[in-house]
């Protein structure tokens, strides 16, 4: 695999700084608590061979939320009616909120999606069964998605942990935040809903990424 210094490098000789948008400023989306199933959950959960029902398509390209929703269960509460994003992933994972925590009884892992070992688990709630996972919970950081081209065009790298400004009555900054610059991406910095409410966010929201 090539270093990611390197492709940075050929993608900085071949653009030209007058061609590039000058506008320095990524949307806002923001996440409530959703779940990501694997096959073998959805017919678990659905009935064999289920196929979830798209219901909009959201920024990242490919990505949609579903009509179904699931109930999650934990040790000490459950939490109802939470939507289920598409298409299937290889490994079911369920992202919640902090204080999702405190209700489920469960301890909350800090992670960027897909970053599943060690995780705690819980159990999921359908019309036709159960299903246990026991890794796959995750309160997601918080993170930008946009292009190889762009994280160039930002001055920033892969995995890179920067700072974000908010404007606005309720303004201010938010540290570690991580780049995720990958093909086939939408460019927007995702928070969850307790992050935006504090700051008095709102989807489409632009910020700033301050080094």
Do not use: W
């Not at 925590?101 to 892992?109: E, N, V």
């Not at 762009?150 to 780049?179: H, K, P, W, Y």
Request: glycine share 10%; with cysteine.
């Amino acid at each position: 695999m090539e270093d990611y210094e390197v492709i940075l490098n050929a993608l900085m000789a071949h653009l030209n700084p007058a061609d590039m948008p000058q506008d320095n400023t990524i949307p806002v989306g923001i996440s409530n608590r959703h779940i990501h199933l694997s096959q073998t959950a959805v017919d678990k959960l659905f009935g064999c061979n289920y196929q979830l029902t798209k219901l909009k398509d959201l920024s990242q390209p490919g990505q949609y939320a579903c009509k179904e929703c699931l109930m999650i269960c934990g040790p000490k509460g459950v939490i109802e009616k939470v939507r289920i994003l598409g298409p299937v992933r290889p490994e079911t994972q369920v992202e919640i909120l902090q204080s999702d925590t405190f209700k489920l009884g469960i301890k909350g892992a800090l992670r960027l999606s897909g970053d599943l070992t060690g995780t705690p688990g819980v159990t999921l709630i359908g019309p036709k069964g159960s299903f246990e996972i026991t890794q796959g919970v995750i309160v997601a950081k918080r993170h930008i998605h946009m292009l190889p081209e762009e994280a160039v065009r930002f001055g920033v790298t892969d995995g890179e942990a920067v700072t974000i400004e908010f404007d606005g009555e309720r303004g201010g900054s938010l540290a570690n935040v991580i780049v995720r610059a990958k093909e086939n991406s939408g460019l927007e910095c995702h928070i969850d809903t307790e992050e935006a409410n504090a700051l008095g966010v709102t989807s489409g929201t632009k910020i700033k990424i301050k080094k």
